[in-house]
């Protein structure tokens, strides 16, 4: 084979070569874009359904909480009271009075603790960003029987005995509501424990008898979203509404 011959060969081979080594750069830029575009992909799309989650919640709370304040509002028979959480069906109807006091009244606790009568409030049916109906916990002085009248008056100086700690603490709330969110580690939802708390709210939440509730920061082991309801939030609503009865 001549030198010419050689030589040619060798230049096409080396061709041929960098060629390839082009192909392979540009498939492995092709593939290190496609991956990087999915990471951020992923990333906004979890941004996004967090955000999207979140204003669920917010708009349910929310809603919640001006029925609520309306319904204080209007009480023809005791002004600024509250009604029982449902506590038994889970059909958003409030839970009848039990002598003074509402259903499942545990002695000396200050607080019931149920879910959301969404229907006593004519509100839809109320949900969460995972399909969780509503909880609800109601300071024991604003959801008494009204026959406790007139030594029970409910007043703008009548202060809630509920507390909330955490991340957005609140003291003498009135009435706080729950987002639940999904069910985490052993909470178990089904028909037998669709009232149990413990299956639905975490941590001092939990606790149907306890007077103080907690928020945090959304974990693997807490997800509550809450929302307080003070005495100034709706007293001057009650107020309006008995000057205007008198």
């Known amino acids: 084979m001549s030198v010419a011959m050689l030589d040619h060969l ?11 080594r ?3 750069l540009v498939l492995l830029l092709v593939v290190l874009g496609l991956a990087t575009g999915i990471f951020v992909f992923s990333i906004v799309s979890n941004v996004s ?42 059909d958003g109807s409030a839970d009848l009075f039990s002598g003074s006091n509402c259903q499942g009244y545990v002695a000396t606790s200050n607080v019931y603790i149920g879910r959301l009568p969404w229907r006593t409030l004519g509100l839809p049916d109320l949900r969460d960003s995972s399909n969780e109906r509503l909880w609800y916990a109601v300071s024991r002085d604003f959801a008494k029987n009204p026959s406790c009248m007139p030594n029970c008056p409910l007043t703008s100086d009548t202060l809630g005995q509920l507390t909330v700690t955490g991340v957005a603490p609140t003291s003498n709330a009135v009435a706080i509501i729950f987002a639940p969110g ?14 149990t708390a413990s299956n639905y709210l975490e941590g001092e939440n939990a606790d149907g008898n306890n007077a103080t509730f907690a928020t945090a920061a959304a974990s693997s082991t807490f997800n509550d979203r809450l929302l307080a309801i003070t005495n100034p939030d709706f007293m001057p609503e009650v107020e309006k509404y008995v000057a205007r009865a008198m």
């Open 22 to 24: 082009g192909q392979a």
């Open 49 to 90: 359904l967090t955000a999207s989650r979140n204003n669920v919640n917010a708009l349910a709370l929310a809603q919640a909480k001006q029925a609520l304040i309306g319904y204080a509002a209007s009480d023809s028979n005791w002004p600024g009271s509250l009604p029982c959480p449902d506590t038994n069906n889970n």
């Open 10 to 20: 060798h230049r096409t081979r080396y061709t041929s070569r960098r060629s390839e």
């Open 182 to 195: 999904e069910a985490l580690g052993s909470q178990l939802r089904d028909a037998a424990n669709v009232n």
